[in-house]
């Protein structure tokens, strides 16, 4: 088992930034990905971006490329989300995820951080 933990959402002003962390503990060395998902009020929860673990490759959004970046720290087993210019429909709970399997399967979550972007 991979357990989860995000920090860093909060409220924030439209064009402001914000960065989120997610570390993972647990059995680690197994991930092959980890990214990261979001939930607006009212809708389905949706992709944002991803890491590979082994060779870094980075994954977005449309909405968000240019804007957000996933970097990770993988001797700390932590993966970051750089989030800036960020705009009112950023407003969602943010999930971080992890899978063991492919890097397109995510087997772990976290319980989600908060993110309010005010017009």
């Known amino acids: 088992q991979v357990q989860l933990v995000e920090s860093g959402g909060g409220l924030v002003q439209a064009g402001g930034s914000l960065r989120l962390s997610c570390a993972a503990s647990g059995r680690t060395f197994n991930i092959t990905v980890m990214g990261w998902f979001r939930q607006a009020p009212g809708k389905e929860r949706r992709f944002v971006a991803a890491?590979?673990?082994?060779?870094?490759?980075?994954y977005y959004v449309d909405s968000v490329k240019s804007r957000f970046t996933i970097s990770s720290d993988n001797a700390k087993n932590t993966v970051y989300l750089q989030m800036d210019s960020l705009k009112p429909e950023d407003t969602a709970v943010y999930y971080c995820?992890?899978?063991?399997?492919?890097?397109?399967?995510?087997?772990?979550w976290g319980q989600g951080t908060q993110v309010t972007v005010s017009s």
């Open positions: 890491i590979t673990w082994s060779g870094g490759r980075k």
């Open positions: 995820a992890a899978g063991d399997r492919t890097i397109t399967a995510y087997d772990y």
